[in-house]
């Protein structure tokens, strides 16, 4: 039996910023919030009228400070996954190039971590097929 979509589908776009050593930056979702505590990519949820790109480009300038220029957003891969009450679907680029250090300035804890290490860091569920792509793009 195949899974029903659920009638509502939710679109995301997250970034996996690579610094030049390598790393990844991984952000905690805060207390208070749905997922608290587990290690995500920073994104969030593309707001009408916006296109992913710019949605992805205010939410790290939101949530990190940093400044991303579009043309710097180099898709990746997306995730489609069906969760209580919505079908999450969420775009996925590659970031190697920004302005200004990240900082969590929504509460969040970051983390810079190796491609190995990402299996370390709890994530929530649709977020799994990602750490193998990751590594295997990283080493
Ligand atoms: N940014 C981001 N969101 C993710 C990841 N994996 C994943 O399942 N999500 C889900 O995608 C949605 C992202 O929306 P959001 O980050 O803007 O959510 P929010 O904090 O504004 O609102 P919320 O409190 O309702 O979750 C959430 O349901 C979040 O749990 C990920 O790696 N990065």
Redesign the pocket.
Known sequence: MTTPFRPHT?L???AILIKKDNTVLL?Q?PEG???AG?W??????VEVPESPEAALVR?LNEELGITVQPEKLEPFTF?S?D?AT?H?L?A?YLVRDWEHDPIGREGQTLAWVPASELGNYP?????AP?VPRIQALLG
């Open positions: 939710l995301v776009t997250a952000a979702r919030k749905t997922f587990l995500e990519f920073p994104g969030g949820k939410e995730v996954e969760c919505f999450l969420m996925l994530m929530p569920k649709a977020d990602l």
